[in-house]
């Protein structure tokens, strides 16, 4: 059984900075790419940003300069750098590992996961 544990959430003023992690857990063989989406109150869960495991990104627009994914092939872990932080970033983020290879039954078995979510507020 796979499973993500999210930390680092939490309140800081605008302007400020959060780091998020993110640690997938089980008997993983590899994991295609790792990222973050997030869903502020009455809104649609949204991209953020992503990284596959050869290290290459991507970002949603509103975020370009301001976040940075990198990723831990080792532990697994992705982490989440946000910077400049807007009362627009609020939202409960989620950690996504997508095409997620492990071995059920005795064969390869691939699948998407999510975490629980960690609530980012961003208020004065």
């Known amino acids: 059984q796979v499973q993500l544990v999210e930390s680092g959430g939490g309140l800081v003023q605008p302007g400020g900075s959060l780091r998020l992690s993110c640690q997938a857990s089980?008997?993983?063989?590899?994991?295609?790419?790792m990222g973050w989406y997030r869903q502020a109150p009455g809104k649609q869960r949204e991209s953020v940003a992503a990284?596959?495991?050869?290290?290459?990104?991507n970002y949603a627009d509103s975020v370009k300069g301001r976040f940075t994914i990198s990723r831990d092939n080792a532990k697994n872990t992705v982490y989440l750098q946000m910077n400049s932080l807007k009362p627009e970033d609020t939202a409960v983020y989620y950690c996504n590992a997508d095409r997620v290879l492990t071995v059920q039954l005795g064969a390869p078995y691939e699948d998407d996961y999510w975490g629980q979510g960690t609530q980012v507020t961003v208020s004065s």
């Open positions: 990284i596959t495991r050869g290290g290459s990104t």
């Open positions: 089980g008997s993983i063989f590899s994991i295609y790419a």
